[in-house]
């Protein structure tokens, strides 16, 4: 752990400088669907936080549940302010007119989820989606100009970068990311990272200072079922456990995903 804070201190300041020359065209403000409030940082469990800028989300893959089959007021009744749906190039106009549609009418904000080599940023930007780029990789920095490059065809709307968990993988480069990115999503999936909710609060307090910086930039990615190598979903208590973690450090979560999921709402 003493390792990883001086590796992460030296980032920072590596980002520090970073943010005082990047030009201010590659974090111009999304529009208002953007968490601008201050992160809560009390030490108690706060479920009223969703009205107050907290991103409470939800990956949605529509392959295994179709957005029809979906009850968005359901989802809203239990706190989801955002869906990330994940979409192709061939079939992201059909789905996502369909799910902001269904999204829009109960208040819910709609996320494009997509993965590198993805076209059409700038046509699901001007549909008034933001759009949430996957990238899984060991090699960040080779990703930059792709990320930059989405980062400008999203512009007026929010754009998230999703990644591995810095520390418990390796290396994501976050000083180079944070400037290029409204949010940035570590998939903190303690089940396939051998960790538990001690070592998910130690990840999120190392990595608060960006939220300092840059307020709300990261949101919790987090697994509603038990790993990869077991998809029995986790108990409604455990995700709230998880939640609560997180929750003093972080602008918000994302959970992975619906269809696999016991979450039933904050106010347990």
């Given at each position: 752990m003493v390792r990883i804070k001086y590796k992460w201190i030296s980032s920072f300041l590596i980002s520090y400088i970073l943010i005082l020359s990047l030009n201010s065209g590659f974090v111009a403000a999304a529009d208002n669907s953007m968490n601008t409030q201050p992160i809560n940082t009390a030490n108690t469990w706060?479920?009223?936080?969703v009205g107050n800028g907290f991103?409470?989300?939800?990956?949605?893959?529509p392959k295994v549940t179709p957005i029809s089959e979906i009850d968005f007021n359901t989802l809203k009744k239990v706190g989801i302010t955002d869906i990330y749906v994940l979409v192709s190039d061939d079939n992201y106009l059909s789905v996502?007119?369909?799910a902001k549609s269904k999204a829009d009418a109960v208040g819910i904000r709609t996320n494009a989820w997509v993965f590198p080599g993805f076209s059409y940023a700038s046509q699901v930007a001007n549909m008034k989606i933001g759009v949430l780029l996957d990238v899984e990789t060991y090699d960040m920095p080779s990703y930059i100009p792709q990320i930059q490059a989405m980062r400008l065809a999203t512009q007026g709307v929010t754009f998230s970068v999703c990644i591995k968990p810095e520390g418990w993988d390796d290396e994501q480069y976050l000083y180079l990311l944070a400037p290029l990115c409204d949010h940035i999503v570590p998939m903190l999936y303690i089940g396939d990272y051998q960790q538990d909710v001690s070592g998910l609060t130690s990840w999120v307090k190392i990595y608060s200072i960006y939220n300092t910086i840059y307020p709300g930039k990261i949101i919790a990615g987090l697994e509603t079922y038990e790993s990869?190598?077991?998809i029995t979903p986790k108990r409604e208590n455990t995700i709230l456990a998880e939640i609560?973690?997180?929750q003093p450090y972080t602008g918000g979560v994302i959970l992975f995903r619906y269809g696999l999921s016991n979450f039933n709402g904050l106010n347990q």
């Amino acid at each position: 752990m003493v390792r990883i804070k001086y590796k992460w201190i030296s980032s920072f300041l590596i980002s520090y400088i970073l943010i005082l020359s990047l030009n201010s065209g590659f974090v111009a403000a999304a529009d208002n669907s953007m968490n601008t409030q201050p992160i809560n940082t009390a030490n108690t469990w706060n479920a009223t936080l969703v009205g107050n800028g907290f991103t409470l989300g939800y990956f949605i893959n529509p392959k295994v549940t179709p957005i029809s089959e979906i009850d968005f007021n359901t989802l809203k009744k239990v706190g989801i302010t955002d869906i990330y749906v994940l979409v192709s190039d061939d079939n992201y106009l059909s789905v996502l007119s369909e799910a902001k549609s269904k999204a829009d009418a109960v208040g819910i904000r709609t996320n494009a989820w997509v993965f590198p080599g993805f076209s059409y940023a700038s046509q699901v930007a001007n549909m008034k989606i933001g759009v949430l780029l996957d990238v899984e990789t060991y090699d960040m920095p080779s990703y930059i100009p792709q990320i930059q490059a989405m980062r400008l065809a999203t512009q007026g709307v929010t754009f998230s970068v999703c990644i591995k968990p810095e520390g418990w993988d390796d290396e994501q480069y976050l000083y180079l990311l944070a400037p290029l990115c409204d949010h940035i999503v570590p998939m903190l999936y303690i089940g396939d990272y051998q960790q538990d909710v001690s070592g998910l609060t130690s990840w999120v307090k190392i990595y608060s200072i960006y939220n300092t910086i840059y307020p709300g930039k990261i949101i919790a990615g987090l697994e509603t079922y038990e790993s990869d190598q077991n998809i029995t979903p986790k108990r409604e208590n455990t995700i709230l456990a998880e939640i609560k973690a997180v929750q003093p450090y972080t602008g918000g979560v994302i959970l992975f995903r619906y269809g696999l999921s016991n979450f039933n709402g904050l106010n347990q």
